[in-house]
């Protein structure tokens, strides 16, 4: 069976989609399935390529006993032909991948799509942006994706 491939994105991958990223590699570990996945994320900006996660967004995540072990990186051609879904967090950074797919004219096998259509909670049709905002941002957040990365899985297992 081959695995399937799953890329979350935001705008510099140092806050939502690395945490989208190990949340979703948490659930998987709960559910037995980590020999069946390859996840990853990346940012459609190159602000912070190398650097780790937001330490806002790991200490928010760490009382949740999730680790955010991912460094940053940018979005490349080749993303489009390895993973079988590309999971945006928000309209401004589906539109700017549904962008460089057409522009380079990539490849038709990931599956683009936003997290939050996988919503069963909460109403927020776009994961917020928490960079800007205090520490009640961040755990909003990771409850956010709490329930739109599980509505994934369930959608796709």
């Avoid at 940053?72 to 700017?96: C, L, P």
Wanted: aromatic share 10%; glycine share 6%.
């Amino acid at each position: 069976m081959s695995k399937i491939s799953v890329l979350f994105v935001c705008l510099g991958n140092i806050c939502r989609s690395p945490a989208a990223e190990a949340i979703f590699i948490n659930l998987l570990e709960k559910k037995g399935l980590t020999d069946d996945f390859i996840v990853d994320s990346a940012g459609t900006g190159s602000w912070h390529i190398g650097k780790k996660a937001d330490s806002r967004m790991r200490n928010a995540a760490e009382i949740r006993d999730i680790q955010i072990l991912s460094r940053a990186r940018q979005i490349s051609d080749k993303d489009f032909e390895d993973f079988n879904y590309i999971i945006t967090m928000d309209n401004s950074n589906y539109e700017n991948v549904i962008h460089l797919k057409k522009k380079k004219s990539l490849s038709e096998f990931a599956l683009i799509r936003k997290l939050q259509d996988f919503r069963s909670i909460f109403k927020d049709e776009e994961v917020p942006d928490p960079y800007f905002g205090g520490d009640e941002g961040f755990n909003y957040v990771l409850d956010i994706l709490e329930d739109s990365v599980g509505g994934f899985l369930e959608n796709i297992s």
